[in-house]
C-alpha cells in the first residue's frame, strides 16, 4: 500500500523559513518523480515543484522560485521541501505527491502552513 506522510508543517512569520517532509512507503521510492503541490484556502491546487527520478532535477512555479528548495533521500525514502522567505500568500495546505503510470496517482494528507505576523 502506497503512503504519503507530511510533517513540519506550522505557523511562521513572514520572512521565515519551514521544512517539510513526506515520509513514503509502499513503492520504489528513488524510481518516480515527486511533487509538492498546495491549496490556499478558498482556491484550488496549485502546483509547487517536482524533483525527478535518477537525475534529481528540480522545478518549481514561479511564484516559489529561488525561495523553496525541493530534495530527496532515496536511502531514507523521504521528500523535502525547504521553504525561505516566506509569505502570506503561501499560506496553504501542502501536498506530496507522486505520480507513475504504473503504479497510479497517490497523495499524502496534507499539512497546514500559515504565513502570519
Known amino acids: 500500500e502506497v503512503q504519503l506522510v507530511e510533517s513540519g508543517g506550522g505557523l511562521v512569520q513572514p520572512g521565515g523559513s519551514l521544512r517539510l517532509s513526506c515520509a513514503a512507503s509502499g513503492f520504489t521510492f528513488s524510481t518516480y518523480p515527486l511533487s509538492w503541490v498546495r491549496q490556499a484556502p478558498g482556491k484550488g491546487l496549485e502546483w509547487v515543484s517536482v524533483?525527478?527520478?535518477?537525475?534529481?532535477?528540480?522545478t518549481y512555479a514561479d511564484p516559489v522560485k529561488g525561495r523553496f528548495t525541493i530534495s530527496r533521500d532515496n536511502a531514507k525514502n523521504t521528500l523535502y521541501l525547504q521553504m525561505n522567505s516566506l509569505k502570506p500568500e503561501d499560506t496553504a495546505v501542502y501536498f506530496c505527491?507522486?505520480?507513475?503510470?504504473?503504479?497510479?496517482?497517490?497523495w499524502g494528507q496534507g499539512i497546514q502552513v500559515t504565513v502570519s505576523s
Open positions: 505527491a507522486v505520480y507513475g503510470s504504473s503504479l497510479g496517482c497517490y
Open positions: 524533483i525527478d527520478s535518477g537525475t534529481d532535477t528540480t
